[in-house]
């Protein structure tokens, strides 16, 4: 299989083929983001695609799941997308589900007729960076969509029949009372847009980013491991989805979380507040891995 640069998967698809069919982030432009920085987003040929699938045909036999890759493989035109699942849904017959990252402008950009299309052709999980539910947010950290189009966005995929899965970022706003803002309005968009899953992540800086020179110069402060429990609980209080598939399991997060809302809220809720008493160990500084 041919790979251009660092590739990046949801922990959940470490059992997939990871078939990639653009290069880089169609967006590429959030300010706490280091992912496909040394890349110009380009969709692949579809004549390469076919062969990395033929390819991976002769060397694995046969797959259950597929992940496209990179960023953003949504961006690519519908007709191109229909002709690569039918390819990989030819090739594999064991073949159960085909994911892929999904950007909210390109959410967007596609008809809910497009979007259906490709789930009935096998598309059938969307994962979305939705890292806040403030407006206010989502313009400071350059995501390209205001408040209203990332629920649109996330709303539309679910409607389209896609297994949605949302990813929000703990940490976000920094200290004080701008992360328990930030921990209100997420929890209220996704009651709203309603995926099945949904990811709580913690910021962490990287280096070469623009939000990592504003820490840099003193205009961004990180919250500490205390506050980013702080936040994540208050987020999970005020989760209303039911049913909801919880995860705070990222490298990247201080306590362990998993369960399903409504029914694990307060197992976790007291695994965050044993961990606040110091019953618990909180990692003193979560992996630089994403």
Known sequence: MRYEGDIYRPPGEWKSYLLQVTIG???NACTFCSMYKNKRFRVRPL??????IALAKRYYGDVRRVFLCDGDALAVDTETLLKIL??????????????TYAGPHSALNKTPEELSALCRAGLKRAYLGMETGSGELLAAIRK????????????????????LWVMVLIGLAGRGE??????????AMVNEMRPRHLSALTYTPMPGTPLYRDIQAGKFTPVTPREALEETRVLLENLAVDPLHFTSDHPSNYVTLKGSLPQDRAAMLAQIDAA???ERPIRSEPLRTL
Not at 47 to 52: F, M, P, R, Y
């Open 276 to 278: 606040l008493r110091g």
């Open 144 to 163: 390209g969509v205001t408040a209203e189009e990332m629920l649109r966005a996330g709303v539309t995929l679910r409607q389209a029949g896609m297994d």
């Open 47 to 52: 004549d390469e695609i076919l062969e990395d």
């Open 86 to 99: 039918e390819a990989l849904y030819h090739a594999f017959p064991s073949l159960e589900k085909v994911t």
């Open 25 to 27: 982030c169609s967006h």
């Open 178 to 187: 701008p992360s328990r803002r930030h921990a209100l309005d997420t929890a």
